[in-house]
């Protein structure tokens, strides 16, 4: 059954049927509310449940030079000093990290492949993670990458592969370049090579990977 799921995600709409709010004070991901399916909204985030040092935070800032314009690439540019200001400030620090990585790989600035964000854990402050979770079910591919590293990770919530496919699929879905990259590697985990080769067939058609270094990182990981 799981192989029938993981052939059809490349594909698959998702159906977009609104934002929920979550009013718990609790730090974990398992006591937000996780909608079953991702919504478009102009609604969505639900600013009036942040608290205005994040809503004046570098981070935000940045967020709405983003949300300014579809095309992301020419956005980026303008929107990535914001998050580099905002690594300054604990609060919004994972956040702006996500962004300025999300914005990086897709300038091609750095290699998905060689993310540093991808090889490190998810530590959020509570709005972080609340932003994360709002925004994932706002169909957002930055949150919906972090979401599926939360679940992948096990961290803040019970590890859950399949979750972490779903949402890693959502973002990689959007061409988000470390989510291919994280989506490649998850499904090999498991065995789904077959379906991998077609995300990594994407990938390289996107530029997101620099063959000639994975087969260097591939030479030099072979046990003689």
């Known amino acids: 059954m799981l192989r029938f799921v993981l052939i059809l995600l490349p594909t698959i709409l998702i159906t977009l049927n609104g934002c929920t709010e979550n009013s718990t004070t609790d ?4 006591h937000f509310s996780l909608p079953s399916d991702a919504t478009s909204s102009a609604s969505c985030p639900t600013v009036s449940s ?3 040092p994040f809503l004046t935070s570098q981070f935000f800032e940045g967020w709405k030079v983003l949300r300014s314009h579809t095309l992301h690439n020419e956005t980026c540019k303008h929107a990535t000093p914001y998050f580099t200001r905002g690594l300054e400030d604990p609060s919004v620090f994972r956040l702006s990290s996500l962004y300025l990585e999300y914005c990086s790989s897709i300038g091609g600035s750095i290699n998905a492949e060689d993310s540093p964000v991808k090889h490190s854990p998810i530590s959020l402050e509570y709005d972080e993670l609340k932003w994360i979770v709002e925004l994932a079910s ?5 949150e919906q990458y972090a979401l599926g590293r939360l679940f992948l990770q096990g961290h803040l919530v ?17 061409e988000h370049p470390t989510a291919q990259i994280q989506l490649i590697e998850t499904l090999k985990d498991i065995g789904e090579n077959q379906v991998a080769e077609l995300w990594l067939e994407r990938a390289r058609k996107n530029g997101f990977i620099d063959d000639t270094a994975r087969l260097s990182r591939t030479a030099a990981h072979q046990t003689p």
């Open 138 to 142: 706002c169909d957002s591919q930055v």
């Open 27 to 30: 730090q974990t991901l398992t």
């Open 158 to 174: 019970p590890k859950n592969t399949e979750k972490a496919l779903f949402y890693l699929t959502m973002a990689a879905q959007k």
């Open 50 to 52: 942040y608290p205005l």
